[in-house]
């Protein structure tokens, strides 16, 4: 079964209101009550106007920096877009939902005509939980500045497609430099993933024949390998190079407990680690469990029916990215760009999640990036690629009935 795009783009409204309604509702006493919005609504209105760069300094002392970008970023949309209207907490929530609503629909209007029944549903549920926990006062809007930038890279025409994962790169290099510097793992765990898939597709240049055969389970078990292996170098430097940064990810990984006290989704330790004197190896396999617990969060289940619906949207995610994995000798090259993109945030969230609500609202920012991953906002470039591809279907099935 297949669903028209336009439904999809005509439910949005209905999709983001129903979002709301739990947000305030089901949700309120989390991410309503203990919003940090409540306390940037005065420095937003009465401020100054404070902006920041990043740069190496910050990165090796171990600060993730945002604040005041964060503030001045909103109070540059209230001084010229929004006109100085919204005042209070829920009125400046309704102004980001109708401004960053609109964007998305945007990115939803590159999407193709005709969608399986799967895909839709990943994208009504994607726009759900977009509602609950992006739209609203808080970095999350600020955070999807750059995955719709990046979006806009990746979905292109003027941008070659060779080109698209450099251009991607720069707009990572940008976020690290004005929001968060702990980005820059992005583009270590991007080049490495980078250097393996192109690799593997180097090794199926010589048997034609199987260029086009799916990648198979074992060599994306040894790309997650390689990850855990790229982490566990980072880490033995840190250890000898700059003691302050290996303290602050090891610290961010092991004590998520203490962090997030309140929360019921804070994700403990696995691993029975000493914590007081917890070596690399037992810190490099506790970031490998955690990867796999962000990308299948089935231990949430537990947590109650409200949590449901953040696990299956967590899975078609997941799904989504190793689908891209196995097909990434036929994929477009803006598809391999944003699965590499993907990957290298995945991969570098792992070093830095606490809790399990904070993983679905950093994952759902980077749906633009996901919807061209996935194929479901194709490029130009892939439209004429599929265009080819039937043509020469047709001219064989023609060949084979004249024969």
Known sequence: MRVDSRVLIALFPMLIILGKVVRWTVMRGTLINYSKGWGLVEPIMQGDWNWQ???????????????????TFFKALWTTIW???????????IFITVTFGILFVLVLLGMRRRLPLVEAVCICLACGVMSVYCLCLSKEPFQMVFFLLMYAVLHSDLI?????????????????????????LILV????????????????????????????????????????????????????????????????????????????????????????????LSVTAEYALVILRLLFPVELVGNGPKYWPYIIYQLCMTVFLLRGLRNCRTNTRAQNAALIIFLGYVFASAAFEVDFGSWVRHCAVTTPVVLVLSGICPTAHSRATEGERLVEQASQAEMLTVG
């Open 189 to 280: 765990f991007a080049i490495a993933c980078q250097w393996y898939l192109g690799r593997m597709r180097r090794r199926a240049r010589p048997r034609r024949q199987l260029g086009s055969a799916p990648m198979r389970w074992t060599s994306i078990a040894q790309l997650y390998l390689l990850a855990v292996v790229v982490y566990f170098a980072m880490m033995a430097v840190f250890s000898v190079a700059n003691g302050q940064l290996y303290d602050r990810f090891q610290d961010t990984l092991l004590y998520a407990s203490e962090a997030s006290g309140s929360s019921n989704t804070y994700i403990e330790n696995a691993l029975s680690i000493n914590e007081d004197n917890p070596n690399i």
């Open 83 to 93: 006109m100085k209207l919204p005042a209070t907490f829920e009125e400046f929530e």
């Open 160 to 184: 070659p497609e060779r080109q698209k994962l450099y251009w991607g790169y720069g707009v990572v290099l940008l976020s690290a430099c004005c929001f968060r510097t702990y980005y820059t």
């Open 53 to 71: 760069f990043f740069g190496l300094e910050e990165v090796t002392e171990g600060n993730i920096g945002q604040g005041d970008n964060v503030i």
